[in-house]
């Protein structure tokens, strides 16, 4: 299900360090996530980056949001119901 809170946390991945390809765990996944949203100042601070990359670098742009966004889709559907599926994507 492709929801505002899949597209937001892809987002949040596309900014992290984590790399492009590499098939992490659904833990560190999350940490990513959370680190993201906190250092970029909320769900918007990601947005604006991942368009900011968009602008400047679309050849790996691209590439790097379908990965964030199928590892997110993956992970996530495998846990409906993880106990931080509630924690508020804001600072």
Known sequence: MKT???????EALFTSPLA????PS????????????RNH?????CAAD??????????VAVPRMRWARR????LYAARPSHRRDHWALVA
Do not use: M, Q
């Open 4 to 10: 505002f809170l899949t597209a937001a946390r892809a």
């Open 20 to 23: 492009t390809g590499s098939r």
């Open 26 to 37: 659904f833990d560190a996944v999350d940490d990513a996530i959370r680190i993201a949203v």
């Open 41 to 45: 100042h909320g769900v918007r601070g």
């Open 50 to 59: 991942v368009a900011g990359e968009y602008g400047d670098h679309p050849d």
């Open 71 to 74: 590892l997110v889709e993956e």
